[in-house]
Nanobody, 125 residues
Framework: QANLLESGGGSVQTGGSLRLSCITS????????MAWFRQRPGKQREGVAA???????YYADSVKGRFTIPEDAAKNTLYLQMNNLKPDDTAMYYC???????????????????WGQGTQVTVSS
C-alpha cells in the first residue's frame, strides 16, 4: 500500500497560485491512477484532478483551465498546480491512490482508497 505525504498548502489571495506536492513511497502514476481530492467546509470529499498510467487526465468542471496535475516519476511525486485561485477553492486537499481498505471514493470510474493526511489551502478575497 502506498504512503502518501502532501505538502505545499497555505494561504493566498484570490488570483494567486499554489503548487501542492504528494510524495509517494510505493506508487507512481506510471503504475496506477493517482488523484487529488478536496474537502471544503461542510461538504463531502470531492475529486479535483486525476492522472492515469496512460497519462490521461481528468478534472472537475470547477477547476478546468486553472488546475493541472503534473508528475515527476523519477521523484515519485505528484503535483497539483493551482492557478487563479478563488475563495471557493478553500479546502483540505488530499492526495489519493488506488487500493486501500474496502470503501473509498469512486471518481471518474476509479476507486481511490489510499489517502494522505491532507494539506490546507485557504484563499481569501
Amino acid at each position: 500500500q502506498a504512503n502518501l505525504l502532501e505538502s505545499g498548502g497555505g494561504s493566498v489571495q484570490t488570483g494567486g497560485s499554489l503548487r501542492l506536492s504528494c510524495i509517494t513511497s510505493a506508487y507512481t502514476t506510471t503504475k496506477a491512477p493517482m488523484a487529488w481530492f478536496r474537502q471544503r467546509p461542510g461538504k463531502q470529499r470531492e475529486g479535483v484532478a486525476a492522472l492515469t498510467p496512460s497519462t490521461r487526465t481528468y478534472y472537475a468542471d470547477s477547476v478546468k483551465g486553472r488546475f493541472t496535475i503534473p508528475e515527476d516519476a523519477a521523484k515519485n511525486t505528484l503535483y497539483l498546480q493551482m492557478n487563479n485561485l478563488k475563495p471557493d477553492d478553500t479546502a483540505m486537499y488530499y492526495c489519493a491512490a488506488t487500493g486501500g481498505p474496502p470503501g473509498g471514493i469512486s471518481w471518474q470510474g476509479i476507486r481511490f482508497g489510499t489517502w494522505g493526511q491532507g494539506t490546507q489551502v485557504t484563499v481569501s478575497s
